[in-house]
């Protein structure tokens, strides 16, 4: 068979398994879209009664829709690598970009240099910049033709930032009137939910009646409000009952992004217990990737306040020895509903993944070793990374163990985003969501069923994101599919090796062609921008 599957075939007796059915069928598609299902023949004959003569014998493997990554950090990496083989190799076909309440759109053309400074650890990558608005992101984007499928969240923070700058306030009423009327400029552009990052400046100075003001515009267009809340750690129940609260005011639906729990394990079976009562009052789920580890900017372990006059601002406060001691007793000792990554789980457990420039040699080290190494204190260690690094530098920090992780796994509103950073050693997240979550904790495990892992990835998010041409296979829908081998298909991936390709993948369709085969990239770049705005 050609390596690359265009035009009109059958895949022939594959276990397909979505939403709706685990049957042995024969699925044929035509011009990038499924045109019927059938009783399995032998491979030999399936297809021919309909005129189609190329064949792919699907015996012994399972097909599923192609899945879907509801937190994606690709938004930047799509432009210098479009092929995205690890995400493709994965299984995704359509990734939500711009989570975290960040994104490259919209930005102020003077505010072009300090936003791709502040991004350079979450989302690397060398990429035009020639965009405004969300729409003509998406439109370079289009230009770029990567392979998987892109939905696009309203990032608040890329929206605050516009209006306001950096600035550590509220918003006056005109300003809320103009947040409020960008949002839904975006939304008009083709977004399908609205992100918050409150761990990230300037979301992170938003109070809760500028939340509940953007969720309002998010509930009129019938879309979710996706945050990163403000403190995964102590606060976590307050921080997640602020959104149950905005969603409950606005009517907006709400889905938490990566839920977990930083520490804290005795506060485990309260946060179930809360997630599963406010779903009876508002329409709640969440997305995790299934790790009991984090990665994102290695700033996010500073003080809130020192975000208040952007990158440069940071940068010249790690300059300063005043304010570097000042910080250091917060980053020791705390300030109160600050989230306080490094005081929750130790230098030890902070791990350097991406460091730019000559710093590059710190990468795999923890924040420990680096400290050890350069003899000062571990806060030290990090505002001198900043610093060298001009602030791209990113980080893996370890918080939980895999019985907290597994529990939040087993809850029924749980879905899955990789939260994956292209980073130069990333996290195994990158490589291994989607077989951990189908191949170990539904296949082997049976932490749920293999049904629930694929619906989980598929025609949840699909619902969510009110994709209604993907998520299911089923005649008339788009035809991104997966064929895997479920025995061999589990994750590789580790910290140590995290670039490691789960096996067991056969072929990946985006739109009809296969844009993974034989476990390489076949070149395909067939992935659409999706655009079309949502009726409200």
Known sequence: MNDLVRGTFTIAGALVIDDARVEQLDVDVTDGMIVG??????????????????VIDGRGRV????????????????????????????????????????GPAPVRADGIEDRRTYLAGLEPGAAPWNWSGLASYL?????????TNIVTCVPHSAVREVVMGPAARRPSRAELDEIQQLVAECLDAGARAVSFGLI???????????????????????????????????????????????????????????????????????????????ADKISLTFDQYPYGAGSTLLSALLPPHVFAEGSRGVLARVSDDAERRRMAGEMRNGLD????????????????VQAAGDR??????????????????????????????????????????????TSIFGHPLAMVGSDAVFAPRPHPRLYG????????????????????????????????????????????????????????????????????????????????????????????????????????
């Open 37 to 54: 299902l059938r009783g399995h023949q032998h491979p030999e004959s399936a297809g021919r009664t309909n005129g189609i003569d190329h």
């Open 337 to 352: 509903g600050w989230e306080n990554i490094l005081g929750s789980v130790g230098p030890e457990n902070v791990l350097i």
């Open 139 to 147: 439109a370079a984007v289009d230009v770029a033709r990567p392979s």
């Open 433 to 536: 969501t989607s077989a951990r979550v189908l191949g170990r904790y539904a296949h082997r495990d049976h932490l749920i069923s293999v049904q629930d892992a694929v619906r989980r990835m598929t025609s949840r998010p699909a619902d969510l994101l009110g994709l209604t041409d993907r998520g299911r296979i089923t005649e008339g829908l788009r035809a991104d599919l997966v064929l895997l081998d479920l025995d061999e298909f589990v994750d590789t991936a580790t910290y140590d090796d995290p670039c490691s390709l789960s096996p067991g993948v056969d072929t990946v369709f985006v739109g009809g062609v296969a844009a993974w085969r034989n476990g390489r990239h076949t070149g395909a770049r067939t992935g659409q921008v999706l655009t079309a705005p949502i009726p409200h």
């Open 200 to 278: 990230y400046a300037p979301g992170l100075y938003a109070e809760s009646d500028e939340l509940v003001a953007v969720a309002e515009v998010a509930a009129s267009y019938g879309v979710p409000v996706v945050p990163h809340i403000r403190n995964e750690a102590s606060k976590i129940l307050d921080s997640i009952s602020e959104f149950v609260s905005a969603a409950e005011n606005t009517g907006a639906p709400l889905h938490i992004s990566h839920l977990k729990l930083i520490g804290n394990r005795e506060l485990l079976d309260q946060l179930m217990d809360l997630c599963t009562d406010a």
């Open 360 to 405: 590059g040699v710190e990468i795999g080290k923890s924040v420990a070793q680096i400290a050890d190494e350069q003899h000062c204190s571990p806060e030290d260690a990090v505002f001198d990374l900043l610093l060298d690094t001009n602030l791209d530098a990113a980080m893996i920090d370890h918080y939980a163990t895999e019985e907290v992780v």
């Open 63 to 102: 097909l599923v829709p192609g899945f879907i990554d509801l937190h994606a950090h690709s938004a930047i990496r799509l432009f210098s690598d479009p092929e995205l083989a690890p995400k493709i190799a994965s299984g995704f076909t359509t990734e939500l970009l711009c989570p975290d309440g960040l």
